[in-house]
């Protein structure tokens, strides 16, 4: 079992950049895959992007390709999630998820979570 802890939300105006960290405890990152989802008020949660636990292999939805990049650091068991040219529709609450194995892309799929952290991007 895995337990999740965002950190790295805020304000941030049109076109700033924000990282995020998922801090893992109980197991290392590197045995599951990780992704991050986001949700928006009145908005199902939607995928944003994933990375695989066994290898650095990654996978970014349409609307954040080209400005997000997922990446982890094993020794420090957390994942990162670094945004760049934020839009106001990137704002949300953005989570981190962990499942065994590969990555998959629907919420449904995924056995751990985080509390969530919010990120707000005015225009």
């Known amino acids: 079992q895995v337990q999740l802890v965002e950190s790295g939300g805020g304000l941030v105006q049109a076109g700033g950049s924000l990282r995020l960290s998922c801090a893992a405890s109980?197991?290392?990152?590197?045995?599951?895959?990780i992704a991050w989802f986001r949700q928006a008020p009145g908005n199902e949660r939607e995928f944003v992007a994933a990375?695989?636990?066994?290898?650095?292999?990654?996978n970014y939805a349409d609307s954040v390709k080209g400005r997000f990049t997922i990446s982890r650091d094993n020794a420090k068991n957390t994942v990162y999630l670094q945004m760049n040219s934020l839009k106001p529709e990137d704002t949300a609450v953005y989570y981190c998820?962990?499942?065994?194995?590969?990555?998959?892309?629907?919420?449904?799929?995924?056995?751990?979570w985080g509390q969530g952290t919010q990120v707000t991007v005015s225009s």
């Open positions: 998820a962990a499942r065994g194995g590969t990555y998959y892309f629907k919420p449904s799929d995924y056995d751990y």
């Open positions: 990375i695989r636990g066994s290898a650095y292999t990654t």
């Open positions: 109980g197991r290392t990152v590197s045995s599951y895959a």
